[in-house]
Each structure stands twice: as structure tokens, then as C-alpha cells.
């Protein structure tokens, strides 16, 4: 098995940087591959297994292409102050004021002036002493054939110095360490959406060791280890409680704000917070293989799960280098004007295009994470963006997925209580799902039940009990009229229609012989859904149509209720194939599920979306796309973050290509001086950190 070994590269601002590190990495003997994550600052290396490379040679290659290397600390980011609008807004203001005293201060001829009075060994001081750190790593780049984004402002700082223009060479420096300001500016604005993830995970733990509490690192808790969390408190782990009572919010890691009241015997998770109470928990998992480490670990390598646009603009700024490098030559030699070829060498600025995706999808994703959306890549939201047709798996989708108490009919002389209160004391023990659904009613009613006697299943009846000094029977008609002597009619007096709806179960139960009531059950639908399906079809869903294994009454019964198409009594091959049929057809598919069997067609679907509970593996493993909360208002705002990304994104590219059609003109007609074309070269950066951190606003 190939041995991974997980570098932090710090001082990457642009997708050419992440390509660097990764040639370099991979020219190293004994590297397999290499995967250079540009927003998450991590490259994940794959050694030989035979001849692996050691951990020292690869941060050797790295720091040799110009980078720097850190130790790895999942908690470092954690560190990073969130950047506010009045920094962007004090950035642009430093870039326009200098970019105004650069156009300022050639027309009234001060650079003329300057480069007149400056000696040569003045001009290469200041050239070499301000940008010695970037020409290094642009020599070695150039050693190994590569080009970095650097490399073209370095060759205009060069042809300045040639032709001893050394002031207008020493403005170029100053404002390409500018510009590496501002890209960095706008990549770590993106990073921030992922470290405020990384802020809620708890860094300590309160551990019970040899009858004292002790406090460790969270990821160093054991399994089965009992944690103590207080109130107000960040709960460390995922586990069990043991003991104690408290009102979590799980908002952290589901984006729900209502809390939810915990006791004995129920799961908590890391990175929920404990209100109005302590709690004793026993350890299941700690770390990154907790719910919300999973969830964070999968967020960062989001980055590696690239679209087709942001793999398009990585070639395209590759190709962009060269040609502006002919666009300069072709303006000296038509033109002999050495300035107006330096200008266009440093007016371009390639590293754009590269950014104009990545910081709009990671910005993205971050957010959504924080809402309850996991979506595991930019090709995922891009493909979202795209989907004309949305198929939706019925049970544990559109409804539950388990059966509900919907009503309770006593017959004259009976409450609904003491008709429930018989069907839950005597199903007590029962495994049967609709036994379930009868104690859960009861105890919603916070009715107090009775310990059963003589408990008895009859198979594909119901059951009989001994509930105090009654005979209960809970089950179907046929059992209550065996045990009404064959009289149907008798079952029937006072209940009312006797035949179940479509989706409906009867309970009937009967005391001493005596029919007492019926309860209904069914497979309820999700609340909200029919709200959520219409915002669903504004967002320009053509086609939503159900598929579901359920027999055709039951599946049309719901269809109908909502204004869906339907597909029943399916396997799941058959819903592989109408997922087929549909893209066959040219349609770009969703296919949401539970992830439990219906995994083959989400994995099918051009996007699957899995809806489940948090802290289940199928829930956060089960599709690209993961509701992190049974809530389908999710999904109309998982569909608006994916047009709105993309919409950014175009927007991003439009201005950064009208710029530089624009600026290229300027500057290869004489029309822009060097100086300024220095001063222009960040406005792209700085348009796409304005235009991305739109993304950034917590909208639902």
C-alpha cells in the first residue's frame, strides 16, 4: 500500500504557485504523485513504495521552488483573523491613491525627472533589495523551465533596467510586492470560509483518568473514555450520554438553530454546544473521525474536485504567459518603444483567470457547510447550476421513512389517551416498527404506560398482552374479528370508514374482548415539502419526478398530494436505468436519496444528493452532495448557492478578461506607461476579492 505523507506549503496565491510546488514535488525520486491544494495551503504526496522519498527531501524541494514549509497543525488556521469589509474596503483605497499617484506623477514628468538623477548602482540596490525574494523563486523556476506568475513583471523589471530606466524598474518592484499583497489578501478571504469551520472544533477535552479529570487535546481522547462537558461548553467527541441532561446546539455541524434536549442513551456530537447542563459522555469517535472532523477534512480537499470551468481557466492563464510575451515583442519591434513592451509585460495579470474560480467555490462551499450543506467540490456546485431535472427517492426522502401516529378514533366511551396508553403498554416490547411509532405517540402525550404480562406476537397479526387486569389486543381487522367471533360488523360499529387510504395502516385495539379504538399510522411526508418544491421549480427545475420501491397505491397517493410525477414499485436497477433514460435524453440529473438503497442511482445522477442523519456514515459518506440535516428547505437553497456561485464566477471572468483586452491595448499602443501598468496590475485581484466575498455573506 503507497505510503501519503501531508505537507502545509505556506505563501501560494495563485493556481501557478500550487503548480509549481507540485513539479517540484513530483521531479523529487521516490514521489508516486502529488495533489497541491492551493486554498487548504496542503499538498498530499504519494511515495514509491519501494524507494520512498523522505519527509526532509520533500520540504527541501518545496522551500527550493520558493515556498516555505510548516509544521502540519489541522488547528492553525484557527488562528487567522476573519477579514472584515473596511480592510477590502482600506485595500482598494491604497490601490487607487497609489495607482493615482503613479499617473499623477508621470504626466507632471517626476519619473523622468527621477531617472535622470539616479545612478545605476542606486536603481539596482533598491531593485535587488526590495525584490530579491521574488526574483529568486523566479530564477529557479526559470532553471527548471517553468514560468511562475511573477515571471512576467520580473521580465519587465529587467528590460527597464536594460535600457537604464531604473526608477520606472524600481516602481514596477515595489508594485509586484503589492500585488502579492493583494493576492494574498484574496485567497486567504476564501481560506476564512473554511477556518471558521476549524474555529468551532474544541481544541481540549476534560477526561475522566483514575478518578480525576484531566484536560487533553480533543483528537487525544480514546475510545470508550468518559468526557465531562459543563454547561456552556463545546462537546469534544461524538458519543453516547451516560449521564446528565442538557440542551445542545448542533448548529455548528447541522446549521439548525432550534436546540435539542439530550439525556441518558442519546448521541452528541463534537462541536455542538451544551446549554443549561452537564453531561458525562462515553467516547466513540474523536478528532478528524468525528462527525464535524470528517466534515471539515472533506471541505478542504473540496479543492480537488474541480469543474470543467476552473480546469479551463488553469490552461488558459498557462497558455495566457506566452502570448503576452509575443504581444510584447511584437510592440517593440513595430513600435522600437522599449517602455511600451515592459508596460505590456506588466499590465497582464494571468494569475486572475487562475483565481476567478477557486476563491468563488471554496468561499462557497465553506459557507454552505456552516448551513448544513456539504458539497464535496466546485464540480459539484457548477453541476448544480446546470440541472434541469430532479428525481427525489420516496421513503426517507420525501417522507420519514418510518410510520407516524396521524389519528386516533375511540370508539364511545373511550379517550384517544386511554386508547393509546392500552396500544403502547402492550406493544412495549414489541420490535415492530408501527410499535414504535404507537410508544413515540404516547410518549409525546407523556402518558404513563404499564409493564405488560403473558406478552404474545402472533405473526403477521398483531399481539396480545395482559396490560393490568385487561386483555389488550393490538393488531389488524382480521385479529380483532377472530377475536370478536368472525363479527365484522361489531369491529366496524362507531369507527367510522373501516378501510385504510392509500398509505395508511389501521391499528385496531380491542380490552376484554371490547374494540376500544382504531389508530392510524403512515409514512408521513417531510414537513415543508411542498413550500420547498415550489422554490425548487424556480430555480429552473424542469422535471421532478418520484421513484420509489412502494406499491403504486401508497407512492400515487403522496405524488398526488404534492403535483409530482411518480414511478412505483421499482427495484433499485430500475431506478439506475430511469436515471439512464433521463440523461440520455440530455438532461442534466439530481438524484436525491437517504443514501441507504438507493446509492447505485445517486452515484448514477450527474449530482447525488443524500439526505440523512448527521453522524451516520451513510449521511456524510453517501454522495457528492450531503443535507446534513433532514430539512428540505436545504434543498431549493443548495440549488439558489449553486446559481449564485456560478453567476460570480462568469462574473469574475468578464471583468478580469475585459481588463486585460483592455489594458494590453493601452499599454502595446504607448497610451499606458510602465508606472501605471505597475500600479493597474493588482485591479483584477482586487475585483475578483470584491465580487467572491459576496459569497461569504451567511445567506439562507
Given at each position: 500500500m503507497a505510503k501519503q505523507c501531508e505537507l502545509s506549503v505556506r505563501g501560494m496565491d495563485c493556481a501557478g504557485c500550487a503548480r509549481h510546488v507540485q513539479g517540484a514535488l513530483e521531479d523529487i525520486p521516490g514521489v508516486a504523485s502529488a495533489d497541491v491544494r492551493l486554498m487548504a495551503e496542503r499538498a498530499s504526496v504519494m511515495l514509491d513504495d519501494d524507494a520512498p522519498a523522505s519527509r526532509e527531501a520533500l520540504v527541501r524541494a518545496v522551500e527550493a521552488a520558493g515556498y516555505d514549509v510548516d509544521e502540519l497543525d489541522t488547528r492553525r488556521s484557527t488562528g487567522r483573523e476573519h477579514t472584515e469589509r473596511r480592510s477590502l474596503l482600506l485595500l482598494a483605497g491604497t490601490v487607487v491613491l497609489v495607482l493615482g499617484l503613479a499617473a499623477v506623477g508621470h504626466g507632471l514628468g517626476y519619473v523622468e525627472w527621477l531617472e535622470a538623477r539616479t545612478p545605476w548602482w542606486a536603481g539596482l540596490a533598491g531593485v535587488l533589495a526590495l525584490g530579491y525574494p521574488v526574483f529568486k523563486s523566479v530564477g529557479r523556476a526559470a532553471v527548471k523551465l517553468r514560468v511562475t506568475a511573477h515571471t512576467l513583471m520580473t521580465a519587465g523589471v529587467v528590460a527597464a533596467a536594460v535600457v537604464g530606466a531604473w526608477v520606472t524598474a524600481f516602481v514596477i518592484v515595489i508594485f509586484m510586492r503589492l500585488g502579492d499583497y493583494v493576492e494574498h489578501a484574496t485567497t486567504e478571504r476564501a481560506r476564512d470560509a473554511i477556518s471558521g469551520l476549524m474555529k468551532a472544533a474544541p481544541q481540549t477535552a476534560r477526561v475522566e483518568r483514575d478518578g480525576e479529570e484531566v484536560d487533553v487535546p480533543a483528537d487525544q481522547v480514546e475510545r470508550g473514555e468518559i468526557v465531562v462537558v459543563r454547561p456552556g461548553e463545546k462537546i469534544p467527541v461524538d458519543g453516547r450520554v451516560v449521564s446528565g441532561r442538557a440542551v445542545i446546539d448542533q448548529s455548528a455541524v447541522t446549521g439548525e438553530p432550534v436546540p435539542v434536549e439530550v439525556m441518558d442513551g442519546d448521541d452528541v456530537y463534537a462541536?455542538?454546544?451544551?446549554?443549561?447542563?452537564?453531561?458525562?459522555?462515553?467516547?466513540?469517535?474523536?478528532?478528524?473521525?468525528?462527525?464535524?472532523?470528517?466534515?471539515?477534512?472533506?471541505?478542504?480537499?473540496?479543492?480537488?474536485?474541480?469543474?470543467?470551468?476552473?480546469?479551463?481557466?488553469?490552461?488558459?492563464?498557462?497558455?495566457?504567459?506566452?502570448?503576452?510575451?509575443?504581444?510584447?515583442?511584437?510592440?517593440?519591434?513595430?513600435?522600437?518603444?522599449?517602455?511600451?513592451?515592459?508596460?505590456?509585460?506588466?499590465?497582464a495579470c494571468s494569475c486572475a483567470f487562475a483565481l476567478a474560480t477557486p476563491v468563488a467555490m471554496l468561499a462557497s462551499i465553506g459557507?454552505?457547510?456552516?448551513?448544513?450543506?456539504?458539497?464535496?467540490?466546485?464540480?459539484?456546485?457548477?453541476?448544480?447550476?446546470?440541472?434541469?431535472?430532479?428525481?427525489?427517492?420516496?421513503?426517507?426522502?420525501?417522507?420519514?421513512?418510518?410510520?407516524?401516529?396521524?389519528?386516533?378514533?375511540?370508539?364511545?366511551?373511550?379517550?384517544?389517551?386511554?386508547?393509546?396508553?392500552?396500544?403502547?403498554?402492550?406493544?412495549?416490547?414489541?420490535?415492530?416498527?408501527?410499535?414504535?411509532?404507537?410508544?413515540?405517540?404516547?410518549?409525546?402525550?407523556?402518558?404513563t404506560l404499564d409493564t405488560p404480562d403473558d406478552f404474545d406476537a402472533v405473526p403477521g397479526r398483531g399481539i396480545r398482552a395482559i396490560v393490568g387486569e385487561e386483555t389488550v389486543i393490538v393488531g389488524n381487522?382480521?385479529?380483532?374479528?377472530?377475536?370478536?367471533?368472525?363479527?365484522?360488523?361489531?369491529?366496524?360499529?362507531?369507527?367510522?370508514?373501516?378501510?385504510?387510504?392509500?398509505?395508511?395502516?389501521?391499528?385496531?385495539?380491542?380490552?376484554?374482548?371490547?374494540?376500544?379504538?382504531?389508530?392510524?399510522?403512515?409514512?408521513?411526508?417531510?414537513?415543508?415539502?411542498?413550500?420547498?418544491?415550489?422554490?425548487?421549480?424556480?430555480?429552473?427545475?424542469?422535471?421532478?419526478?418520484?421513484?420509489?420501491?412502494?406499491?403504486?397505491?401508497?407512492?400515487?397517493?403522496?405524488?398526488?398530494?404534492?403535483?409530482?410525477?411518480?414511478?412505483?414499485?421499482?427495484?433499485?436497477?430500475?431506478?439506475?436505468?430511469?436515471?439512464?433514460?433521463?440523461?440520455?435524453?440530455?438532461?442534466?440529473?439530481?438524484?436525491?436519496?437517504?443514501?441507504?438503497?438507493?446509492?447505485?442511482?445517486?452515484?448514477?445522477?450527474?449530482?447525488?444528493?443524500?439526505?440523512?442523519?448527521?453522524?451516520?456514515?451513510?449521511?456524510?459518506?453517501?454522495?457528492?452532495?450531503?443535507?446534513?440535516?433532514?430539512?428540505?428547505?436545504?434543498?431549493?437553497?443548495?440549488?439558489?448557492?449553486?446559481?449564485?456561485?456560478?453567476?460570480?464566477?462568469?462574473?469574475?471572468?468578464?471583468?478580469?478578461?475585459?481588463?486585460?483586452?483592455?489594458?494590453?491595448?493601452?499599454?502595446?499602443?504607448?497610451?499606458?506607461?510602465?508606472?501605471?501598468?505597475?500600479?493597474?496590475?493588482?485591479?483584477?485581484?482586487?475585483?475578483?476579492?470584491?465580487?467572491?466575498?459576496?459569497?461569504?455573506?451567511?445567506?439562507?
Open positions: 462541536a455542538t454546544i451544551a446549554e443549561g447542563g452537564a453531561l458525562r459522555i462515553q467516547t466513540e469517535e474523536a478528532g478528524s473521525e468525528t462527525t464535524f472532523g470528517r466534515v471539515v477534512t472533506m471541505v478542504e480537499t473540496a479543492e480537488a474536485h474541480r469543474g470543467e470551468t476552473e480546469q479551463w481557466a488553469d490552461k488558459f492563464s498557462g497558455y495566457y504567459l506566452p502570448v503576452v510575451v509575443g504581444v510584447a515583442a511584437v510592440t517593440y519591434f513595430a513600435t522600437g518603444d522599449a517602455m511600451s513592451s515592459v508596460a505590456v509585460l506588466v499590465v459557507v454552505s457547510a456552516r448551513r448544513g450543506l456539504l458539497v464535496k467540490g466546485g464540480r459539484y456546485l457548477e453541476t448544480l447550476s446546470q440541472v434541469d431535472t430532479l428525481l427525489i427517492d420516496k421513503t426517507g426522502t420525501l417522507t420519514v421513512g418510518r410510520p407516524e401516529v396521524t389519528e386516533i378514533r375511540p370508539r364511545e366511551g373511550w379517550s384517544e389517551d386511554e386508547v393509546l396508553r392500552l396500544a403502547a403498554s402492550a406493544e412495549q416490547y414489541a420490535e415492530h416498527p408501527l410499535a414504535g411509532a404507537v410508544r413515540e405517540a404516547a410518549g409525546a402525550r407523556a402518558i381487522r382480521r385479529m380483532i374479528e377472530e377475536a370478536a367471533g368472525g363479527d365484522g360488523q361489531a369491529v366496524a360499529i362507531d369507527i367510522g370508514d373501516s378501510t385504510p387510504a392509500a398509505g395508511e395502516t389501521y391499528l385496531y385495539v380491542a380490552a376484554n374482548g371490547t374494540l376500544a379504538g382504531v389508530i392510524v399510522t403512515a409514512d408521513r411526508a417531510r414537513k415543508g415539502i411542498a413550500e420547498a418544491l415550489d422554490a425548487v421549480r424556480q430555480q429552473g427545475i424542469e422535471t421532478i419526478e418520484v421513484l420509489t420501491g412502494d406499491r403504486e397505491e401508497a407512492a400515487q397517493a403522496l405524488a398526488k398530494r404534492l403535483g409530482l410525477d411518480v414511478q412505483s414499485e421499482l427495484l433499485p436497477e430500475d431506478k439506475i436505468e430511469i436515471v439512464r433514460e433521463y440523461q440520455r435524453a440530455g438532461k442534466t440529473v439530481a438524484m436525491i436519496g437517504d443514501g441507504v438503497n438507493d446509492a447505485p442511482a445517486l452515484a448514477q445522477a450527474d449530482v447525488g444528493i443524500a439526505m440523512g442523519d448527521v453522524g451516520t456514515d451513510i449521511a456524510v459518506d453517501a454522495a457528492p452532495v450531503v443535507l446534513l440535516r433532514e430539512d428540505w428547505s436545504l434543498v431549493p437553497d443548495l440549488l439558489r448557492t449553486a446559481n449564485r456561485t456560478m453567476n460570480v464566477v462568469k462574473g469574475n471572468f468578464w471583468f478580469t478578461g475585459l481588463y486585460n483586452l483592455a489594458a494590453l491595448g493601452l499599454a502595446a499602443t504607448g497610451f499606458l506607461p510602465p508606472v501605471v501598468a505597475a500600479a493597474m496590475h493588482s485591479i483584477p485581484d482586487l475585483g475578483i476579492l470584491a465580487n467572491s466575498s459576496r459569497l461569504l455573506r451567511n445567506r439562507s
